[in-house]
């Protein structure tokens, strides 16, 4: 089974941090991706990433960077947390491709807080 | 911009009901279409994909059809059970390979 982890479940920081998230896969899987969720909004793309060093901005770019320096590793930065960035945050990882149809694996998430 | 959105927003039923989700999508081209339960606080675990070239999916009491051409889907759910209750999300997919989530249907099967 493919597994997707997140460096942590709950996450509490202060205003102004630089605030890193992890997201690791097993599956050698190509594309992974970091979502937010919100009440109402629904899961809202962050950013993707189709291979190692390369990155595309989903919907909500703004005030978030990431990182993949490794294949099964993608983290997402918060460079100055913010209150308005209090939200969970989901991973996902992809095979890629068209054949077989892909599907998205996801991480339990992490409940991120900003005081 | 495709978007996404299910009906209802919320929905609770006694157990051993049948019921029908809804999800609609406005850019009929799409790759494929897929079914997610989030339960509480956890990620999301794919449940039904359709490829864009078949009507429907089905799976144990699960049964997913899809309307390319109306930009509409349904999940099916038979003899629903409290184990159920969680919140179903539909998601499409691109030919770029990006997925765009609807909202969610809040599922609660009462005992």
């Known amino acids: 089974d493919v597994k997707v982890t997140q460096s942590s479940r709950y996450l509490v920081k202060r205003t102004g941090e630089k605030v890193f998230l992890e997201c690791v896969q097993d599956m050698d899987h190509e594309n992974m991706f970091w979502y937010r969720q919100d009440p109402g909004l629904g899961l809202r793309l962050i950013y993707f990433s189709y291979d190692v060093k390369m990155k595309e901005k989903g919907d909500i770019p703004e005030g978030y960077s990431v990182s993949r320096e490794k294949k099964e590793r993608f983290s997402l930065i918060l460079e100055s947390a913010s209150t308005n960035q209090t939200s969970m945050y989901l991973c996902?990882?992809?095979?890629?491709?068209?054949?077989?149809?892909?599907?998205?694996?996801f991480g339990p998430g992490t409940r991120l807080t900003v005081l | 911009k495709q978007e996404v959105t299910q009906i209802p927003a919320a929905l609770s039923v006694p157990e051993g009901e049948n019921l029908v989700l809804n999800c609609s999508f406005t850019?009929?081209?799409?790759?494929?279409l897929q079914w997610f339960r989030q339960d509480p606080g956890k990620g999301l675990t794919s449940l039904l994909l359709i490829q864009s070239s078949q009507r429907e999916q089905t799976s144990g009491r699960l049964n997913a059809s899809l309307d390319k051409s109306s930009g509409r889907s349904t999940l099916y759910i038979a003899a629903s059970q409290p184990g159920d209750s969680a919140t179903y999300l539909c998601?499409?997919?691109?030919?770029?390979?990006?997925?765009?989530f609807g909202p969610g249907t809040r599922l609660s099967v009462l005992p």
């Open positions: 998601a499409v997919q691109d030919y770029g390979q990006n997925f765009v």
């Open positions: 996902a990882s992809s095979f890629g491709g068209t054949s077989p149809p892909d599907t998205q694996y």
């Open positions: 850019d009929s081209a799409i790759y494929n």
